[in-house]
């Protein structure tokens, strides 16, 4: 467990494998109906608890175990805030469609107001950390967090800005209004900016993972290092071609048939 190829490993089977049950249990109380996605979300409140009580509890543990109980902890804490989000729970004041002929300026107060609370969440969990764990000697919670939040920023605002692929495939009933917001184009000027500061990242923590002074240390660069790699193959799946859907499609229930009127 000290290699940093196999925590490599480890963190991109955590990525697909965690993303994979979020989808899953959205997909099963969008076929339940009713209360079911307001039940996931207080359901799922444990791993909020236990993910915040991780990431404070490992600040000061600089060992191996500690370095993957606090990526853990991380990702706990950001799947319980997305699964509310997809849940519809913590979304934002705006619900309703954005009109095709909406001018810029307020298709982007729109477009903030279906996300405020969500976003606003994620900064309030960032601050704590910031303020919890900066400086300790394991920081990798943090460095976890941080990066799937910076990263999530870049590809809200790529696809607010339009890309060539939107897949909505996996959206829920509570967010059908979100790709109202989104826009379809060949490129935007966000985008060479956003894919070259991910490859800086993934370039700056590979450095620090091989010159990383103990086996915690290189283990943590690992994990987030192919975080970052990660994030940058979803921003390269807004623009080339690839079936990136099937990685979960196959694991997923079958969506709730929709009933036709006559």
Not at 47 to 72: I, K, P
Not at 87 to 109: H, M, V, Y
Request: charged share 15%; glycine share 6%; with cysteine.
């Amino acid at each position: 467990m000290s290699s940093p190829w196999i925590a490599a490993a480890i963190a991109l089977f955590l990525w697909w494998f965690s993303t994979g049950v979020i989808l899953c249990r959205v997909r099963l109380a969008d076929r339940a109906g009713g209360g079911a996605h307001l039940r996931s979300f207080f359901w799922s409140l444990p791993f909020l608890v236990l993910g915040l009580w991780g990431l404070v509890e490992t600040a000061q543990d600089a060992s191996v175990l500690g370095v993957y109980l606090a990526f853990l902890s991380a990702l706990a804490v950001w799947g319980w805030i997305e699964l509310a989000f997809l849940s519809g729970q913590i979304t934002g004041p705006n619900r309703a469609p954005c009109p095709d002929d909406a001018p810029e300026w307020k298709r982007f107060l729109r477009a903030w107001g279906t996300i405020a609370y969500h976003e606003l969440a994620l900064v309030a969990v960032l601050t704590l950390l910031v303020y919890e764990v900066w400086r300790e000697p394991n920081p990798f919670g943090l460095y976890t967090f941080a990066l799937l939040f910076f990263a999530r920023i870049s590809a809200k605002l790529n696809l607010f800005y339009g890309v060539p692929r939107i897949n909505t495939e996996f959206l829920p009933s509570p967010l059908r209004h979100l790709p109202s917001h989104f826009r379809r184009r060949t490129m935007n000027r966000f985008f060479p900016v956003s894919v070259s500061l991910l490859t800086i990242a993934s370039g700056f923590w590979i450095e620090r993972m091989f010159t990383a002074g103990d086996p915690a240390q290189a283990v943590g660069f690992a994990l987030v290092a192919a975080l970052s790699l990660l994030a940058l193959l979803e921003h390269w799946f807004m623009v080339l071609p690839l079936p990136d859907a099937k990685l979960w499609r196959w694991m997923l229930p079958a969506p709730k048939p929709t009933t036709k009127t006559l």
